[in-house]
């Protein structure tokens, strides 16, 4: 997890004179926009329009020959429309003879299905990752994908950065008790994040033991572990409908839990996913802004922090060919 003290510095860290080449597709124009503040630079003229047909235009209005480019696009919903458009960006800076271009994808879509759970499915993960390098992408740098598996789908370079992280510092900053909390996994695919929220804040950890009945419907049976009045902190990759989370909320609420907070990187909030939010015995369900949200419609329990500092930081350290995997303290960990 990345150091709070490194992750303050992020802002005034970064060298606003760097001759970066930074582009954003129409997915999440805020956080690009923010991205570009951070770095003290501009997002670069592009024409980016629809046909009537609903086909998708691109023309780069600036000479990039030579150059090492870099282009914000979530792959969020439309999930099939921001990815064409990514592609097309891709393939546009390819013909304008760019040196390197690298995809900063906030949210990789597709991610969930990463290998086959029964007969004749599709590997949509390992799909999108051929479709980005065949459109001539050279580098990846994604947001808590949601299986580190995923980076060797791609035959070019992936940088895999941690949000989490800014979670974490989020929880720092309430101040709560250590000797009551307890970091819960929703499901047991998610038990390593929740060991590591559960050691950066101190405390222990719970699991959610769940299981599917149905595409996007998840039921939960029981928790492992003491929640019994403990402030409890479930944290997640995504929320999708909110199913799974709600559910556990009651359940976690069933087996005694005083106070109960949510989080996640990836805010999809799909269907009925506000309302199950709005009715659960959450206190407050916290995400970032990997993918945009209409704040207009969101319950005021549901916060969201940026993620503009975290990847500024990391496109200024690819494009001056410095460390990632330092920003997080990796290589102190590898360390004997």
């Known amino acids: 997890m990345i150091n709070e003290e490194v992750y303050k510095k992020l802002e005034r860290e970064i060298n606003p004179t760097h001759d970066i080449k930074l582009f954003a597709g129409r997915s999440n124009p805020k956080l690009a926009q923010e991205v570009a503040e951070a770095l003290g630079t501009s997002i670069g003229p592009m024409v980016i329009k629809d046909f009537a047909d609903g086909e998708i235009y691109v023309q780069v209005k600036d000479s990039v020959r030579g150059d090492d480019v870099f282009i914000i696009q979530p792959i969020c919903k439309p999930v099939n429309q921001n990815l064409m458009e990514l592609l097309i960006i891709i393939d546009a800076f ?12 906030p949210y990789y879509g597709y991610a969930r299905q990463d290998r086959k759970t ?7 993960a390992k799909l999108v990752a051929d479709l980005l390098t065949t459109a001539g ?39 709560l008790n250590p000797q009551d909390l307890v970091i819960v996994s929703p499901d047991t695919g998610g038990v390593k994040r929740a060991r590591n929220f559960a050691k950066d804040l101190s405390c222990p950890y719970a699991i959610i033991d ?14 492992i572990g003491d929640v019994k009045d403990k ?9 999708d409908t909110a199913g799974s989370i709600t559910e556990a909320a009651k359940l976690l609420k069933q087996e ?19 309302q199950r939010l709005t009715d659960a015995p959450i206190k407050e369900v916290v995400v970032t802004n990997t993918i945009p949200l209409n704040a207009e419609s969101l319950p005021e329990k549901v916060k969201q922090l940026s993620v503009a500092p975290l990847l500024a930081q990391a496109i200024s350290r690819i494009h001056d060919d410095e460390s990632i995997s330092s920003l997080f303290g990796f290589e102190k960990e590898m360390k004997v």
């Open 94 to 105: 390819k013909r304008a003879s760019a040196k390197s271009i690298t995809a900063v994808i």
């Open 118 to 124: 029964s007969g004749r499915e599709a590997i949509t």
């Open 137 to 175: 992408c050279t580098r990846v740098l994604a947001v808590d994908l949601h299986s580190g598996q995923i980076q060797g789908f791609f035959n070019i370079l992936v940088d895999h950065i941690f949000a989490t992280s800014i979670l974490v510092n989020h929880f720092k900053n309430l101040n």
């Open 210 to 223: 769940k299981r599917r009945d149905a595409h996007n419907e998840a039921i939960a049976n029981s928790v």
């Open 231 to 239: 402030t409890c902190i479930m944290c997640d990759d995504i929320i």
């Open 256 to 274: 005694g839990a005083k106070d109960i907070y949510v989080c996640a990187v990836h805010p999809i909030f799909s269907g009925p996913a506000i």
